[in-house]
């Protein structure tokens, strides 16, 4: 192997993902040299704080700057996180000529489209397949593996912490808040975890994902999105009494030339192999015009999971500058992103209603006001009152919400649920 062969690596970061990207070139270097010809050397690695004590690595340093701007180092990965430094030392990187792997979703939500323009003007390569959905390889497979065919819809449960808190509610009856702190305490989620539980996380990774699928620039900000807070055990019953398994997804719909793309609770059919995903696994489900249905499962997070999707990526980036060439950003144009308003879906609602006669005609009226047709009502006594569990047709979401304030005000109806979306089974 000569002296070409030898890719020098800087790893900016040495927390869950940086120390596993350290090992698993330490572990597989000689296999990796085997199968590609190319020797992985881990030569800088950037931490914040130098006091703690580490192993894996000797001669950290605190000046991320400086490994960026290091002739010593080929390539950058970076696996700090956040927006600030990394965005900075990614684009010092880029402008530098060197190949930059990321894992930060956050980054490549917010200022993807700028990164990409740097990656373009420097002629190397930002990869960032550990950015979503963790060991998963999707952002590939949608770039390349589906570039020929075009995608109509991707459904995916992109947070591993809401999925097992949601499944811990489904199969133990736990409450919210007893799921989320077996999470805690089993490392799943954060001590503050809004990030997750109020979808701020799968959003970023949809806007990523809708920008890749349908080759328009979306933002996290594009996104609309609920947690999962809202959902109750008595909503996860009711919703398996009917069928259906509650999951947080990401819902991307190519509509018209529009992209729409929201990130909410959803009732997902029994039958959907999407409502098989239990715990912190995560899965994404890609219909494609010629492919058909396909499901991308895995692992969606943890420091080993997300640091062997970031090997690949190094391992291809190193290839790449070895040729002189580079993956080619993808192209990204301006589309409409749809209102949730104009988005169409089915839904669930459940309302406590006086247990009186024509109770059911009065709220059945004032679906039909807004023009949402009811396919399923299940009625469940309890005592004075009754609870109405209803599902409805394909409706305009404007008209749902026209219909929940009008329920809201009328006198028998004690209390509106949580409005669920319902889909996998359009009717
Ligand atoms: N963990 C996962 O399961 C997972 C999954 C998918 C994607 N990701 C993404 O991967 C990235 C890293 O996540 P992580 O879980 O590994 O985070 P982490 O455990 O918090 O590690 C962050 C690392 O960055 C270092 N750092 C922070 N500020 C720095 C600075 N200014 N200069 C140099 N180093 C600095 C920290 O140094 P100290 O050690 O001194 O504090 C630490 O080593 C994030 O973008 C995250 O979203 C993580």
Known sequence: MDGNSTVRVGVLGYGNVGAAVVALIGE????????????????????????????????????????????????????????????????????????????NKELMAAYGAELFDAAAKAGVDLLF????????????PLRESLAGDRITRVLGIVNGTTNFILTRMTESGQTFAEALAEAQ????????PTADVEGHDAAAKASIIASLAFGVRVVASDVYREGITGVSADDIRMAGRLGYVVKLLAVIDAVNGEVAVRVHPTMVPAAHPLASVREAFNAVFVEGAAAGELMFYGRGAGGRPTASAALGDVIDAAANLRQGTSAGVPGLASARIRPMDEVRSQYYLSL?????????EQ??????RHLVSIVQVLQVGMGQEA???????????????????????????DRVGTLLRVIGGEQ
């Open 363 to 368: 709220v059945a009226a004032a679906f039909a």
């Open 185 to 192: 305490s089993l490392g799943y989620a954060e001590r503050d």
């Open 28 to 103: 597989n270097g000689d296999t990796i040299a085997a199968r590609t010809g190319l020797r992985l050397e881990v030569a800088r690695v950037a931490v914040r704080d130098l006091s703690k004590a580490r192993t894996g690595f000797s001669g950290f340093t605190d000046d991320a700057a400086s490994v960026v701007t290091d002739p010593d180092v080929d390539l950058v990965v970076e696996v700090i996180g956040g927006i600030d430094p990394a965005k900075s030392l990614v684009l010092a990187a880029l402008e530098a000529g060197k190949p930059v792997v990321t894992a």
């Open 387 to 413: 609870r109405l569990v209803l599902v409805t047709h394909t409706a305009y979401e404007r008209d749902m919400q026209a219909t929940v304030a009008e329920l809201r005000d009328l006198d028998h109806v």
């Open 129 to 140: 397949e550990a950015a979503v959905a963790g060991a998963i390889p999707l952002i590939r």
């Open 352 to 360: 406590d209603v006086a247990d009186l006669p024509g109770v059911l």
